[in-house]
């Protein structure tokens, strides 16, 4: 499941753009994160710590609880940014599983580094600034709702 070039470079944006409003004071490591819902709609979400650090929250648990709370349960796809150059922060372990609670295991997770920059060049997985994974190549041999008896949310 892929995107075409001009949402996807909406979707890195919000993510990019969520990563400025994080509050990390403790670790001084930013992380912004965006929700594609099926409607379209683009939910940013940034990690917010805590002096007690186990109180914090991720930037990509930050996305699906507003989207929650706003209603939306339906997602294409999630970006995540950070300050490193390279694309390689991905979700936490933590932030996998919540996102497997919410999305399907081809849900493409877009992770971006910080020396990417928008400009009309097509946006691709090169491994520099981009990377792309599905939510099963993040969490392999998953637990999710159905496991329970569930259907996804």
Request: charge should be negative.
């Amino acid at each position: 499941m892929s995107l075409e070039q001009p949402e996807l470079k909406r979707l890195l944006k919000a993510s990019i753009q969520a990563k400025e409003t994080a509050y990390a004071p403790y670790s001084n490591f930013r992380v912004g994160a965006a929700l594609l819902c099926d409607d379209g709609t683009i939910i940013p979400g940034c990690n917010v710590e805590n002096a007690s650090y186990g109180a914090g929250i991720c930037a990509e648990r930050t996305a699906l609880v507003s989207a929650v709370s706003q209603g939306k349960k339906d997602f294409r796809a999630i970006a995540v940014s950070s300050d490193v150059p390279s694309p390689s922060v991905s979700p936490c372990g933590i932030c996998r599983q919540f996102i497997r609670e919410f999305c399907s295991l081809d849900t493409p997770i877009y992770m971006v580094g910080s020396n990417y920059t928008e400009s009309d060049k097509e946006v691709k997985d090169d491994g520099e600034t981009m990377v792309v994974k599905t939510l099963e190549e993040l969490l392999p041999m998953s637990f999710g709702p159905e496991f329970l008896g569930k259907k996804k949310v």
